[in-house]
């Protein structure tokens, strides 16, 4: 009699288990690049399938910044392998997400480390001279204490046009 209690009770436990697997949702499909283009469901699958890609990875950044959701590119080259987020054009991206999620200062200090980057290897001409471009606008920000350009666009404009005042020329 006993034997058939742990039987009874072993079977309506299986019974119940199967039911809570069987009868479960399917899969909610993910939020995050929806509204975003057809271009970044590629971009994405792309970056997951190839995760040292840095070309790919910067581009997903890169559309992400373009349709504001800074959050999402931060946090894509955040999970980046190291060697990946170290190289300078993931930093210049990195330094454009901390900027439109209002984080001057750190956006700074890693346009800063992107330049250092750029005097020990060769970077390119368009990423050496955005990384000025940027560098001296943070500069100007954080001068002018505006560490969330959203919140002071007077400020910010201001900064702006002191930045762009100085201009560089590389005929390398």
Same mark, same amino acid.
């Given at each position: ?6 039987? &009874? ?7 119940? #288990? ?10 909610? +499909? ?5 509204? #975003?283009? +057809? $271009? ?10 190839? +995760?040292?890609? *840095?070309?790919?990875? &910067?581009? #997903? ?14 946090? &894509? ?23 439109? %999620?209002?984080?001057? $200062?750190? *956006? ?8 250092? *980057? ?7 001409? =368009? ?13 100007? %920000? =954080?001068?002018?204490?505006? $560490?969330? +350009? ?15 005042? $100085?201009?560089? %020329?590389?005929?390398?």
């Amino acid at each position: 009699m006993h034997h058939v209690r742990w039987t &009874a009770l072993t079977l309506v436990g299986l019974g119940g #288990l199967w039911v809570a697997v069987s009868s479960s949702p399917p899969a909610a +499909p993910a939020l995050i690049g929806r509204g #975003l283009g +057809p $271009e970044v469901a590629e971009l994405e699958a792309t970056v997951s399938a190839h +995760p040292q890609d *840095a070309a790919a990875l &910067a581009r #997903l950044a890169d559309t992400y910044l373009d349709h504001s959701a800074p959050g999402v590119a931060y946090a &894509a080259l955040e999970r980046a392998p190291r060697s990946v987020r170290e190289l300078p054009a993931i930093a210049d991206a990195r330094a454009r997400a901390l900027l439109q %999620l209002g984080f001057t $200062e750190a *956006a700074l200090d890693t346009q800063r480390r992107v330049l250092d *980057a750029c005097s020990e290897v060769q970077c390119s001409a =368009v990423l050496t001279g955005r990384a000025q471009r940027r560098e001296r606008l943070l500069s100007e %920000l =954080v001068k002018h204490g505006v $560490e969330d +350009p959203k919140q002071d666009p007077q400020l910010t404009e201001l900064a702006y046009r002191i930045s762009m005042r $100085e201009v560089s %020329l590389d005929l390398r």
